[in-house]
C-alpha cells in the first residue's frame, strides 16, 4: 500500500503484509512519527510474527525508487531518546527562572535584512549567534524574534530553538515549508545546540514570511537553555 507522510507529503511503498492498523512511523525525511490509518492487518511471517523493520521505497518524480525505512516507535517514556528530549513539552517556568537560566547568554553579530523568495515573496531575516558565558555547558538554547510597526505595535512573534541558518541561496529559492523544515531539522539542532562549551557559541535565524509593509522595527532574545543533562 502506499503510505503518505502528513507532515512532508513524502510517499512510500509499504508492503500490505506489513501494514498494521494503528502502527506508529516515523519518517525518515523529517524524521516526523505519525499514524498508520485503517490499513490491512499484517500477515505473519515464515518465523509466526510480522517483521518489525518494514523496508519501504519511496516514490520520486522521476520513477525511480530509493529504499529507506520507517521505524516503528513506540511512544513510551522509557525509550524515548533524543527526538523526546528535544520536543517534551516542559512545565511553563516563573519569569524569574528563566531570566536566571538565560542571563549569561548574550548574543553577537545580530543583524536583519529583506529579500525576495521566489516562492513566498518578500522574507524578514533575523540572524546572530548566542554565546554562553555560563562557566558549564547549555543546551536547548531559544529565542524569540518579534516585528513591531513605528508605534511599536507587535505585528508578530515567532520562537525558535538556535543551532541551524539557511544560506542566501537558501532563502532566495526554497518554499516555506522546506524553510521551515531546515531550521526545525531535529538532527542539525541536535548537532549543535547540545552541550554548547563555556564561551562556544550556536548560529540561530527566525523568519517572517510576508511581513507587513509597516514593519519598522524589530526585537530578538533568549528565552530558554537548559542545563547540560537536565530536562
Known amino acids: 500500500m502506499e503510505v503518505t507522510c502528513p507532515q512532508c507529503s513524502s510517499r512510500f511503498n509499504l508492503p500490505d503484509k506489513l501494514a498494521v492498523p494503528g502502527a506508529k512511523l516515523r519518517c525518515t525525511v523529517c524524521k516526523s512519527v505519525f499514524q498508520l490509518p485503517g490499513a490491512k492487518k499484517a500477515e505473519p511471517s515464515a518465523g509466526g510474527r510480522a517483521d518489525m523493520l518494514p523496508t519501504l521505497a519511496k516514490k520520486s518524480g522521476r520513477g525511480k525508487s530509493i529504499w529507506i525505512a520507517l521505524i516503528l516507535v513506540a511512544l513510551i517514556a522509557a525509550g524515548a531518546g533524543a527526538y523526546f528530549y528535544l520536543y517534551d513539552p516542559k512545565p511553563e517556568a516563573a519569569p524569574e527562572d528563566i531570566a536566571k537560566k538565560v542571563e549569561l547568554l548574550t548574543m553577537r553579530n545580530v543583524r536583519q535584512y529583506n529579500l525576495l523568495n521566489e516562492k513566498v515573496g518578500k522574507v524578514f531575516v533575523i540572524e546572530g549567534k548566542v554565546v554562553n558565558e555560563f562557566p558549564e555547558p547549555k543546551e536547548l538554547i531559544e529565542l524569540e524574534g518579534a516585528i ?41 539542532i541536535l548537532a549543535n545546540n547540545t552541550n554548547v562549551p563555556p564561551g562556544g557559541e550556536v548560529p540561530f535565524m527566525i523568519l517572517f514570511y510576508a511581513p507587513p509593509d509597516d514593519v519598522a522595527e524589530f526585537g530578538v532574545k533568549i528565552v530558554d537553555a537548559r542545563d547540560v543533562g537536565k530536562n
Not at 510597526?149 to 520562537?159: E, G, S, T, V, Y
Not at 542566501?168 to 542539525?188: A, G, I, P, T, W
Request: no cysteine; hydrophobic share 35%; net charge positive.
Open 148 to 188: 513591531y510597526d513605528k508605534n511599536k505595535k507587535p505585528l508578530a512573534a515567532k520562537r525558535q530553538l538556535a543551532g541551524t541558518q539557511l544560506s542566501l541561496f537558501q532563502l532566495q529559492v526554497l518554499s516555506e515549508k522546506e524553510m521551515e523544515s531546515f531550521l526545525n531539522n531535529k538532527m542539525e
